[in-house]
């Protein structure tokens, strides 16, 4: 499965700046702050919904140099001969005998075995586990981003009892651009129908 490229969305009071890579966002949201942006300007990582302190000040290429840069993926590199380094991390799991006799019995042996049912687990949960990050993040953005908006309360458990027509008429008076956004993130979390708009 490969990775989701993260995004980011910037709002000037409840007018969208920019939305996209983080560079992009950011170069877009200090222009819009030196040309007197009203704000408050907010700047929201879309995966998680939580609020992004970056420091705007000097220029944007100031502004862009301080912003954190990926690390290099160190799982698979090598350190010379011998196997990869994989990040794997020991800790103590306590099983009753029956379960260690079966563990061990299994093909690649204990450690192998649990393994592979984290990872079948995983893969069998991850639609559910998207929509509760997905849901979790639409949380955080409304509370900050429309938590003074009329019906913020009831478009919030209407979003929670997943009553989407509800949801739609309530967000519906909304600022354009925060209503388009909040229902965008609300449908990642309803990912078997699409939000009415």
């Known amino acids: 499965m490969s990775a989701e490229i993260p995004t980011y969305t910037a709002f000037d009071g409840h007018r969208q700046i920019a939305s996209g890579e983080l560079a992009v966002v950011v170069a877009a949201t200090k222009r819009a702050i030196d ?35 990926a690390a290099p993926a160190e799982e698979l590199t090598s350190r010379g001969p011998g196997r990869p380094r994989l990040g794997v991390v020991a800790r103590e799991v306590t099983l009753l005998p029956r379960h260690w006799e079966w563990l ?65 008429e309530l ?15 609300a449908a990642r979390a309803w990912p078997e129908h699409e939000v009415a708009g």
């Open 171 to 185: 967000t519906g008076a909304w600022p354009a651009d925060v209503r388009e956004h909040v229902r965008r993130l």
């Open 35 to 69: 040309e007197g942006a009203d704000g408050p300007v907010l700047i929201f990582d879309d995966h998680s919904g939580r609020q992004l302190d970056v420091d705007m000040r000097g220029t944007t290429d100031d502004v862009l140099a301080r912003l954190p840069v």
């Open 104 to 168: 061990g019995a299994q093909p690649g042996g204990a450690s192998g075995a649990l393994r592979r049912l984290v990872e079948e687990a995983r893969r069998s949960g991850q639609g559910r586990e998207r929509a509760r990050v997905a849901g979790e993040a639409l949380d955080r953005l409304m509370l900050a981003l429309t938590g003074d908006l009329p019906g913020y309360e009831e478009a919030t458990r209407a979003f929670w009892r997943q009553d989407r027509e509800r949801f739609t």
